[in-house]
């Protein structure tokens, strides 16, 4: 049997950013915190929050916008577009259909992935699938959140965490389907690794739902916990991954990590041995932006051009559920 092995290729990404900044002196206004408090704790300075007509869909339309412009392609090379969200535009149809429609695409597939912080990982995984099997051609797979619309603005433990925003990629079908030499020398998606805890649910979750309360919501977390198990399971993943693509930490570029806490991020590189002058941070300015946070910062570190071809990059993230996965990719 011939093994299909090689992974598709990153050609393009883009992000998208409310216009509106709300710094931590603001919120000290509305909620007993303070700016040294949160930054001390996070690294957090200030977040992007959605104003009037800004949505998730309008934020991943245009995040898909500018990857698409990266890649010199336009929405009629698209046969398939995946969302990670946990804030739909609606309970349904998928916001991904509203994108598709935005942009002008409209016949090939689009549907939402739902896995909360690693939204984007679990999407990047499937389109990867997808794209290695001959079902689709070219894909842009998009986290955009708008996690300001499920915050509990009276809890300071939350909401002085989150901000809102899109970021998205256009991968590309491998060049030879049955191409049995890929290796971490070659561009595209190497290996990934998902995983699921349905078990830690109660420790970050929604309060709110169609099916329960039908309401949309708030968020509620165990901050502390969350953080503990966040360290561990990261630093797992990564080396499931390193193990499979054959390749030592130190052959990576670049780790573009989930943003949901400096301390986090330190924390997790320090565990692995990886300097932290590899990681790409940018909590202290979009805050935890959920499925947004891993392409925001993939598109802010390649076009300031710390990201280049040929480069070794290794996305991570953690969020509810648990979720949590991580992906290595040669740019
Ligand atoms: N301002 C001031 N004080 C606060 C605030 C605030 N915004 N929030 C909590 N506090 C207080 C608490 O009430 C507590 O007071 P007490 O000692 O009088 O009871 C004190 O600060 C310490 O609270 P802890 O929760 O123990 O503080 P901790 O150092 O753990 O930091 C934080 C809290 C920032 C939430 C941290 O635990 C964290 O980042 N956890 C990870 C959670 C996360 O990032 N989740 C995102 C989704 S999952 C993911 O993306 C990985």
Known sequence: MTLLTRGARLVGTGSALPARVVTNAELAQRVDTSDEWI???????????????ETTATLATDAARAALADAWL??????LIILATAT??????????????????????????????????YALATADSLLRTGAARRALVIGAETFSRILDWEDRT??????????????????????IAADASAPGIIATKLHADGAQHDLLYVDGGPSTTQTVGHVRMKGRE????????????????????????????????????????DATARKLGIAPEKVVVTVDRHANTSAASVPLALDEARRDGRIVTGDLIMLEA???GFTWGASLIRV
């Open 39 to 53: 930054i001390a704790r996070t690294g957090i300075r200030q977040r992007h929050v959605a104003g009037e007509g």
């Open 74 to 79: 336009t929405p009629a090379d698209i046969d």
């Open 158 to 179: 939350t909401c002085v965490l989150f901000g809102d925003g899109a970021g998205a990629v256009v991968l590309e079908a491998p060049d030879t389907i049955g191409d």
């Open 88 to 121: 739909p535009d609606n309970t349904f149809p998928a916001t991904a259909t509203k994108v598709q429609n935005a942009l002008g695409c409209n016949g090939g597939v689009a549907f939402d992935v739902a896995a909360v912080c690693s939204g984007f990982l």
């Open 226 to 265: 969350v953080f503990r198990h966040a360290v561990v399971n990261l630093a797992d993943v990564l080396a499931e991954v390193l193990e499979d693509a054959d390749v030592s930490v130190e052959d990576i570029d670049w780790v573009v990590p989930h943003q949901a806490n400096a301390r986090i991020l």
């Open 318 to 320: 953690m969020g509810g």
